[in-house]
């Protein structure tokens, strides 16, 4: 695996409100914190650029809303803004995908000529897959670093119920067999990074 000296490290959505369980309930990789820390870490030392997303939601309920201090970065990531050698963006959404967000993401990868993104963050099954779908729809070289991310226990149709670690193994299978993506480790990546 080759990493560019220009490839983007997006890090989606981790925010405080997620570790309200009586809210999403049971997650899977406890390791995924520590894990999203040291890709930002080993972009920032290399002055790789990072886009630091930030979902805003408009649901009344939401521990992600604004104004809520679920809507704020977690300590780790917030005290990693700005440290980095090279560029960084804050980007904020309201929906899934971080390519809807402001400002525009594609833009500003386009501007800086970058052509391969990772993706990092939370929830796994949604706005970082739906970012690495994007992504690849786009034309950028998708690296999905599953083990930086981690997602909650759902309910479906029918009542049909996936646990956190089948959803993982879902997006992981869609994305990186769909072609959206290639699934790798955290470890691998900030080797081939170095």
Not at 117 to 130: D, H, K, L, R, W
Not at 134 to 156: I, K, M
Not at 161 to 170: F, G, K, V, Y
Request: charged share 20%.
């Amino acid at each position: 695996m080759r990493i560019a000296g220009d490839a983007a490290l997006v890090v989606v959505d981790v925010q405080v409100g997620f570790e309200e369980v009586a809210y999403w309930g049971a997650r899977n990789n406890p390791g995924a914190d520590g894990n999203i820390a040291g890709l930002i870490d080993a972009w920032q030392a290399t002055g790789r650029p990072v886009v630091f997303v930030r979902h805003d939601s408009p649901k009344p309920d939401s521990p992600l809303r604004v104004g809520q201090p679920g809507n704020d970065f977690k300590g780790y990531v917030e005290e990693r803004r700005g440290k980095g050698s090279g560029p960084e963006l804050l980007l904020t959404k309201s929906v899934n995908s971080a390519f809807h967000g402001t400002p525009d993401l594609a833009e500003w990868l386009d501007r800086t000529g970058v052509r391969q993104v990772v993706v990092a963050g939370i929830q796994t099954n949604m706005c970082a897959e739906t970012t690495a779908r994007l992504a690849g729809n786009l034309g950028y070289e998708v690296f999905f670093a599953l083990d930086a991310t981690y997602t909650f226990d759902l309910v479906g149709p029918w009542g049909w119920r996936l646990d956190a670690d089948e959803l993982a193994r879902a997006t992981a299978v869609s994305l990186h067999g769909g072609g959206f993506a290639t699934v790798v480790r955290s470890a691998e990546l900030i080797e081939a990074a170095g």
